[in-house]
């Protein structure tokens, strides 16, 4: 499955790019009242108390160098509470020899909150499959459309995602996240979900790893200019507002503690890093990569009392100002 190591070379060779995060702006508050030692980042979701609102989001399996990662990340996310999702558990299914290197997400985390992750276009069968290999508490569910047609060897025919969504939801005996894998989520889109049955999304944005690009560097005929084809995550948040009775997580391009906090503010409930993590995990020891999470997670803590919020409620009603371009897409989009 060697598939999965070139995602992972590529996903660590791409460049950090720019992204609307930093189009965002807080109105600075220069007198907070808030001690760092009393901020409290922990958040409520899945009727679980996680002390911090960042999460592990889905990333790899089937490999050996993928099993290495995964005991890395199951680690990681035992040491600080963090949710984790598995990559795609579909090779699992396929070739049962490979289950092995994705157990050690949950044998390094017996009781942590782990989403086991499957492609919607995957049998149904494989649902409840990959839920069961991980005991899993949630199910990921990816929608990668453009990441398909960019892989030579991707999907084309999508008419049956719709009915085969409903169908898994319908399933599986733990909560569904419908996932998208770096484009972004419209309104129109997330309401298309909720009439499937879905009640929580990722809507990982554009901004981050970029999976057209990825494909195109393993493809003999690259989608030329596609690669910039989405939506943002800011712009995905803006647009999940508009949504009511939809739990909204919030992932793609959130590269450290500023960009959490923003995405928190903007409305999601946890935030999701997988660039982030997957460099933490190939960190030459375990004692760098906690320290590396545990700083990031203590940024966090730093940035709220600046922000004079003790609370992750509190952020959302921080003042923000948005760049010209978030402005536009806002008024054309009828936000404002
Ligand atoms: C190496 C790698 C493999 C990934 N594999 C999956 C996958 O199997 N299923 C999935 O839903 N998303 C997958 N993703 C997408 C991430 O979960 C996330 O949506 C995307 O990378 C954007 O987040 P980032 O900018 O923090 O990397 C993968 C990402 C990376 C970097």
């Known amino acids: 499955m060697s598939r999965k190591d070139d995602h992972l070379r590529e996903a660590m060779t791409q460049s950090i790019v720019p992204n609307d995060f930093e189009g965002v702006r807080f109105v600075h508050p220069s007198l907070p009242t808030v001690n760092v030692a009393n901020v ?63 157990t050690p997400i949950r044998d390094e985390n017996p009781e942590g909150f782990i989403a086991a992750n499957i492609g919607v276009s995957a049998p149904v069968a494989y649902a409840q499959q990959a839920v069961d290999l991980l005991a899993a508490n949630a199910l990921q569910v990816h929608l990668n459309a453009p990441q398909e047609v960019a892989m030579d060897e991707g999907d084309r025919d999508f008419t049956f995602w719709p009915d085969n969504l409903a169908a898994m939801v319908r399933a599986v005996n733990v909560p569904v996240i419908a996932k998208e894998v770096g484009f972004g989520m419209s309104r129109e889109t997330m309401r298309r979900l909720q009439k499937l049955g879905v009640k929580h999304v990722d809507v990982s944005g554009r901004g981050g790893t970029n999976f057209i690009a990825v494909e195109n560097a393993r493809s003999a005929s690259p989608m030329e200019g596609f690669a910039t084809h989405g939506l943002s995550t800011v712009e995905s948040l803006l647009e999940a507002r508009e949504v009511d009775g939809m739990t909204v997580l919030a992932s793609g391009g959130v590269r450290h503690a500023y960009d959490v906090v923003k995405a928190l503010a ?8 997988s660039r982030f993590f997957l460099e933490c995990a ?39 100002i948005f760049s010209g371009e978030l402005a536009s897409f806002m008024r054309q989009r009828g936000l404002m």
């Open 40 to 102: 409290d980042t922990s958040v409520e979701l899945f009727h679980r108390r996680f002390a911090y609102p960042v999460y592990i989001n889905a990333m790899t399996g089937g490999t050996r160098q993928a099993k290495a990662i995964n005991s890395r990340l199951g680690k990681l996310s035992a040491r600080f509470g963090l949710m984790m999702a598995s990559g795609s558990c579909s090779v699992a299914m396929n070739d049962p020899s490979t289950a092995h290197t994705f």
């Open 266 to 273: 903007l409305g999601a409930k946890a935030v999701g890093m």
């Open 282 to 320: 190939r960190e030459t020891s375990l004692a760098t990569a906690v320290t590396r999470v545990e700083t990031m997670l203590m940024d966090v803590k730093k940035i709220m009392a600046v922000l004079d919020c003790q609370t992750v409620d509190a952020l959302p009603r921080v003042a923000m």
